[in-house]
């Protein structure tokens, strides 16, 4: 497809009789190489097929860009971002996994020598990675993972900026744009800001373009997050985590409230359980006096998300291990008994503070010893 003088057609996606026939009609523009002005969740951008060397071209002129910055390729979800990035740290792994479908871009330095970027057109790579570096992001926004599910190559893609040199989160912000052949309309976008834009390298990142993701946000999602999982989460597994919380910042030599800058995230689910109750009261003061704090804890139901973003689950029975592993068994390499030899840790709920003593004593011996297998 040639750039036409035409004025591009637009569709209404609240007006679509059928927005399957939407996708479909957008598929078949960007593989015969068409320009195509879509919403993501948080700005409308620009997208071409990455095997289409003459739509990718125009997408670089028509938008500018003459700094040698790498355009970004919209992935279908972060399973795929090894392919892009082999030999990708944990961390880059963690931000895929965590942060993906979602408002940030991760920008891997020097990787479009290596993975699928050598299977794009060799006319493409220069592009697309003017730098080397390679951009790479998985949107939230519904309709434009219909269109990525149905692609054989990922949307390279360039935010729209309006005429007054705003990011283009309205529809009517992309009509100064010439070359587009398809523009679709979805209402203003729901977050209203860029995405973040994140440089990942190796164990270390850095924000190069703030945006609706905050600096807190990130941070969390780049820690190592530790999950201990019980049945209710008023007794076993908030003890595990205010003691390990304890441990880890002695060991550490950082207060509690820091662990998190540290790198760290310590939390504690249900498998069974309603949201927002506190812990036990004999599990409050127990932990205080080994040095943790359950005070404003309120339990949680494990979710298979929690699951999908932790880097360690640790469960109090073997039960509660078998259950993570029936709702995801891919998480089996990371999913383990906090007895060390593979024993239960009986649940105190009911009993009185003795017995409780006795637990929180038996987890925190346990504790040393998975700090200690993990190298923490």
């Not at 220069?126 to 990525?148: D, K, M, Q, T, Y």
């Not at 800001?193 to 905050?214: C, F, L, W």
């Not at 997050?225 to 060991?251: V, Y």
Request: proline fraction near 7%.
């Amino acid at each position: 497809m040639t750039e036409s003088s035409l004025q591009p057609e637009r569709i209404d996606l609240a007006q679509a009789d059928d927005r399957r026939d939407v996708v479909h009609r957008a598929v078949a523009c960007l593989a015969q190489g068409g320009l195509v002005g879509l919403s993501t969740e948080t700005v409308y951008g620009v997208a071409a097929s990455a095997l289409q060397p003459e739509a990718v071209a125009r997408l670089r002129q028509i938008k500018g860009l003459d700094e040698p910055v790498p355009l970004t390729l919209l992935l279908k979800g972060p399973v795929e971002v090894a392919d892009w990035v082999p030999g990708l740290s944990a961390l880059g792994w963690r931000l895929a996994r965590r942060a993906w479908p979602g408002p940030v871009t991760l920008i891997f330095p020097d990787a479009d020598s290596h993975g699928l970027a050598l299977r794009l057109p060799a006319s493409v790579r220069p592009l697309i990675f003017p730098n080397g570096a390679v951009a790479l992001r998985s949107p939230a926004h519904p309709f434009i993972r219909e269109i990525l599910r149905l692609l054989p190559a990922p949307l390279v893609i360039s935010r729209g900026v309006g005429p007054d040199g705003r990011v283009a989160t309205t529809v009517e912000d992309l009509e100064p744009i010439s070359g587009l052949s398809l523009i679709l309309d979805d209402g203003p976008t729901r977050l209203g800001n860029v995405s973040t834009s994140v440089i990942v390298e190796g164990d270390r990142y850095r924000v190069v373009r703030p945006g609706v993701v905050d600096a807190s946000y990130l941070t969390r999602m780049a820690g190592t997050i530790i999950m201990f999982i019980c049945t209710g989460n008023t007794c076993r597994s908030p003890m595990a985590e205010a003691l390990c919380k304890a441990l880890l910042s002695q060991r550490l030599g950082c207060s509690i409230d820091d662990l998190e800058e540290r790198g760290f995230v310590v939390l504690s689910a249900g498998i069974a359980t309603s949201n927002g109750m506190p812990a036990a009261a004999h599990a409050i003061e127990v932990v205080r006096n080994r040095g943790g704090s359950l005070q404003h804890h309120a339990s949680r139901q494990l979710t298979p998300d929690m699951i999908r973003h932790a880097d360690y689950l640790v469960t109090m029975t073997n039960d509660h291990l078998e259950a993570l592993l029936d709702q995801v068994p891919e998480c089996a390499p990371y999913a383990r008994l906090l007895h060390p030899h593979g024993d239960d840790v009986a649940d105190p709920v009911g009993a009185d503070r003795e017995t409780y003593q006795r637990t929180a004593r038996m987890i925190e011996t346990y504790l040393v010893q998975l700090l200690d297998d993990l190298g923490l």
